[in-house]
């Protein structure tokens, strides 16, 4: 790095401010290391070595310059200017002789003392722009903008001589530049303010004086706040700017009167009164002329009433070119930063597109009839703004003073077509570019306009919707619903698990409104509240209806879990029942049942459920809306729908599908009981039903399937079963006239959550242990059986087969094949577990087998869900020698745990269970064809031979059997298209 003398680098801090030329300079080159650094020389060897440099500064003020150190070494010392400036004169280090560690202290210093001159440097540019500031009063409220020629910077501050001194030859940069032109109003600056130079003497700067007499310049600046914008520039046009008259040339500004050293340099106010004023000064000061207006008088309609009094804010006042940030006008800063002021905002804006109409002075903006300027006695309308379809944006980048003046008198409205862009005017002062507007009605304008606009990132609502899509905001990545329509699916049933079970439809009402929800459907499940559950919410919502000719008031209570809304009708006759839900004489069930059903209908109205794509509690509605009504206990619901509500107009496009779980239940009773139902007369044949066996009666069932949209029955060979007169139970007839288009069947799956060796927690206690549902959890499974005999008080053998058996104990699980084959099966070595309950002579029939066989059988009378789950997964063999079974459950969990079942082959058991053949070695259980004892001891038999004689077959149908998807996701897709088809039947 050059080294450079402190008198050097304050003399180039005032060549940037006061712009000195320096005369009889050369120039020449020293390269230290890789760079060069070039001195400015007067003739007699002493240089001042700076970088680039080219001209030295012969003045600066004496208070600064008595604070400059001296130079050290070989410096030498000559006056230049007022100071006394140190000329560096120090040669290049010698590398060869100087230690690494000795030059880097060197330079180290050498940075140090380079980071205090120009500390200093800055101290004196802020003193000297506080002289400028004093000796030029002149320029305090006018704004000189900055210009790229050097000369205009030279000729702006260069202080020119004493008026009655002749005029001095030009140099030769004037010349070329030709007559020098001031920008201010009253003519040339004032001559320089004189201060001692520190020898003892005043000494004045080495410029050559100005001509005593300049050409008349058209004023450029005007004092009025916010007047530094042409008024032309509003409406886009300078016709009058170059074709007005030159103004007359104004009068010659005095000398100011002598000033103290501690004014001079701004530590003083310099105050004009009455008495010292100069001699051509007026109190109050005239009005001075700027064109055809006086600058500082009032002009009527000259700025905008909101730009007329600027604020700090809006920074409307004016400041000398050079100022200090903190600058503040008609009074001198001292250097310092207090009160600064807020930059002015940039406004004026390019043309995108032109109005149609200038904008009226005061007015709301364009396209308003044009309205005569209000005099200036008159109050100042209020501020307005330009219409919002009308954005202002930044000319070119460039900034203006934050005020728009309005044209005194605009022109009348005129077709404006967008001009080429002209050239930018060769002016050495610049001017204010003309405001425009975007309109941002056009797709570029509204394209610019944005662009322009910072975006804010804003946290959205929770819940909040995509307009687009329609699926919730929430930054969580969902995967694409499987659905192929969504719906809004209701389904309804006298019991769900875990709630409230008694068999297969709690299970189904349970799982299959979940396998719905993960396929894309909103779902809601409508039960009766037997008792006080644990999260369900009251609603506070009553109804009163109209149930079998009483006035009856129902409450809503409400749970939302894993995606399903579980509503609850609330009313005493429910309560009255909990523990056996179908317990009553058939009046008070038809009560309860048409209550279930007529609450359920309206439920999608009056009960707020979460919208899982908005996160509001908001009901259903009546839109994409299926009822599925479950079973004999809500056949009442397709007649409650039609009968009530789509023949009076409401819910015109809801649908109704009916689940059949059991036929065998139908709702009959004495026709005489219609009336009872508050049903109109013409719904009467609906519910009429001649059986040859049973006579005329009210059959609930069949005006259900008649009124239903669809119909499905739990697995397809049952429903081939119900079209036959042996399973039709008196509606065969009518399920024939259906035919495949509104009857079908779909088998149930399981809830793999709840049923499954490796997610059962019923497994993780006394012993047992989940397994892995295929070959490698058979150990598992023999651990489970272990686990179970001990439990029971059996002993603990491997090899003996273990049997099970879990439902009902009524006529049609078939239980009494089991009692009846009792001894031939207990004189094998078995073992046999047994649970349910039912009638009572089969609950004794159990008691006494296991009493008779207390090594071998235990029977459990009652029902326990954690036993049904332990039998499962312990048991090797599964019993359902059932006379009919719609579906079934327990064949389907028991393959999933690896317990092989031996059913009777009718409807969902046919179905599910393939029978074994060691000829193709495929199968998962044993099947017999007719309900009678002797071929159920023979399947059975089959069964319990290959599992003593042929163990590694036995596994192998085990582990087929847990190798099928007997999941819900399967059965719900085909729910999914007899729900949709539904929707667009008539």
Not at 706 to 725: C, F, H, M, N, P
Not at 910 to 937: I, L, N
Request: charged letters at 20%.
């Amino acid at each position: 790095m050059a080294s450079c003398s402190v008198g050097a680098m304050a003399a180039h801090a005032s060549a940037a401010v006061i712009g000195a030329e320096t005369r009889g300079t050369t120039r020449r080159g020293r390269r230290f290391g890789g760079s060069v650094a070039v001195a400015a020389s007067d003739g007699a060897g002493r240089t001042s070595s700076r970088p680039g440099m080219s001209r030295a500064v012969r003045w600066a003020s004496a208070p600064i310059a008595s604070r400059i150190a001296g130079g050290s070494g070989d410096d030498t010392t000559r006056p230049i200017g007022d100071v006394r400036v140190f000329v560096a004169t120090e040669g290049p280090p010698a590398p060869e002789t100087e230690d690494i560690t000795t030059m880097r202290a060197r330079l180290k210093e050498k940075q140090r003392a380079l980071m205090e001159k120009l500390s200093m440097r800055k101290e004196l540019q802020l003193e000297l722009r506080g002289v400028v500031a004093v000796k030029h009063p002149e320029l305090v409220n006018e704004v000189v903008p900055r210009n790229q020629f050097a000369q205009n910077r030279a000729l702006l501050f260069a202080p020119p001589p004493p008026p009655p001194a002749p005029p001095a030859p030009m140099n030769n940069k004037q010349q070329r530049g030709g007559t020098i032109q001031y920008p201010f109003a009253d003519g040339p600056p004032p001559e320089p303010l004189r201060v001692d130079g520190g020898d003892g003497g005043e000494q004045q700067g080495s410029v050559p004086p100005a001509p005593a007499t300049t050409p008349p310049l058209k004023p450029r600046f005007n004092t009025t706040p916010g007047s530094n914008i042409n008024h032309e520039a509003v409406i886009g046009t300078h016709k009058d700017r170059f074709n007005a008259p030159p103004p007359p040339p104004p009068p010659r500004a005095p000398p100011p009167l002598p000033m103290s050293r501690s004014q001079a340099m701004g530590q003083a106010n310099v105050t004009y009164t009455a008495q010292n004023a100069p001699p051509n000064a007026s109190f109050p000061p005239p009005l001075v002329a700027m064109g055809s207006t006086p600058a500082n008088a009032r002009q009527q309609s000259s700025v905008a009433p909101e730009n007329a009094n600027p604020t700090e804010a809006r920074g409307g006042s004016k400041v000398p070119y050079g100022a200090p940030s903190g600058f503040i006008p008609g009074a001198p800063t001292g250097g310092t930063h207090a009160n600064r002021p807020a930059p002015p905002m940039p406004q004026g804006f390019p043309l995108r597109k032109p109005p149609q109409a200038p904008p009226v002075p005061g007015g709301g903006g364009f396209h308003q009839p044009q309205m005569r300027a209000a005099p200036a006695s008159a109050a100042p309308p209020p501020p307005t703004t330009a219409p919002p379809q009308f954005i202002p944006v930044p000319f070119g980048g460039k900034a203006t003073q934050n005020a728009m003046p309005a044209p005194p008198q605009p022109p009348p409205p005129m077709q404006i077509t967008p001009a080429p862009a002209r050239p930018p005017m060769k002016s050495p002062y610049g001017t204010a570019p003309a405001p425009a507007f975007v309109d941002t009605s056009t797709v570029e304008g509204a394209e610019y306009a944005a662009r322009l606009v910072e975006h804010e990132v804003v946290p959205l609502p929770h819940g909040y919707v995509d307009p687009v899509t329609g699926e919730p905001v929430d930054g969580v990545v969902r995967p694409p619903a499987l659905c192929v329509e969504k719906l809004n699916v209701v389904v309804v049933a006298a019991e769900c698990a875990p709630f409230a079970k008694t068999g297969g439809l709690g299970d189904v009402a349970k799982a299959l409104p979940k396998a719905l929800q993960r396929r894309g459907h909103r779902v809601m499940v409508v039960m009766p509240r037997y008792e006080n559950y644990e999260g369900a919410i009251d609603t506070g919502v009553r109804v009163k209806f109209n149930i079998m000719g009483e006035k009856t008031e129902v409450g809503y209570f409400h749970m939302h879990k894993d995606g399903i809304d579980t509503v609850f009708i609330d009313h005493p006759a429910f309560h009255a029942v909990a523990g056996d839900i179908y317990k009553g004489d058939r009046r008070e069930a038809n009560f309860r049942n048409a209550m279930l059903s007529q609450a359920a209908i309206e439920a999608v109205w009056h009960v707020p459920c979460d919208d899982p794509s908005t996160g509001i509690p908001k009901p259903y509605g009546d839109s994409d809306l299926v009822y599925m009504a479950n079973d004999w206990h809500t056949a009442l619901l397709p007649v409650f729908l039609q009968a009530f509500y789509q023949d009076h107009g409401k819910l015109p496009y809801a649908r109704s599908v009916f689940v059949i779980h059991n036929m065998a239940f139908q709702g009959r009773g004495p026709i005489d009981e219609f009336r009872n139902l508050g049903i109109p007369d013409s719904y009467r044949d609906d519910f009429f039903l001649d059986d040859p066996f049973g006579g005329e009666c009210m059959n609930c069932m069949q005006a259900g399937l008649r009124l239903a949209t669809k119909v499905i029955a739990v697995s397809q060979g049952y429903a081939w079963e119900i079209t036959t007169d042996m399973g039709g139970w008196g509606l065969a007839p009518l399920l024939r006239e259906f035919g495949e288009g509104k009857l079908t069947g779909v088998v149930n799956g399981i809830d793999l959550d709840e049923w499954s060796p490796d997610a059962d927690d019923f497994l993780l206690t006394d012993g047992y242990a989940q397994f892995a549902p295929d070959a490698t959890g058979l150990q598992g499974k023999l651990e489970c059986k272990r686990a179970l005999q001990k439990q029971l008080g059996l002993p603990v053998r491997d090899d003996v087969p273990l049997l099970g058996f879990i439902g009902r104990l009524d006529h049609q699980k078939g239980v009494d094949l089991i009692t009846d084959a009792a001894g031939w099966l207990l004189g094998q070595d078995v073992q046999l577990i047994m649970l349910g309950s039912g009638r009572d002579d089969l609950e004794a029939s159990l008691r006494k087998m296991e009493n008779e066989n207390r090594d071998k059988a235990r029977c459990w009378v009652g029902f326990s869900v954690e036993m049904a789950h332990r039998i499962t997964a312990g048991c090797d063999i599964l019993l359902m020698p059932s006379r009919f079974e719609p579906c079934g459950l327990n064949q389907l969990y028991a393959m999933r745990y690896g317990t092989v079942p031996v059913v009777h082959a009718v409807g969902g058991l046919r179905e599910t269970v393939v029978p074994y053949d060691p000829q193709s070695d495929t199968g998962t259980g044993w099947q017999f064809d007719e309900a009678v004892t002797d071929k159920f001891k023979n399947a059975l038999g089959y069964a319990l031979g290959t599992f003593r004689d042929q163990p590694e077959e036995f596994k192998k149908i085990q582990c087929r059997g847990m190798a099928q998807d007997l999941s819900w996701e399967l059965a719900a897709e085909r729910y999914e298209e007899k729900l949709i088809e539904a929707k667009y039947s008539w």
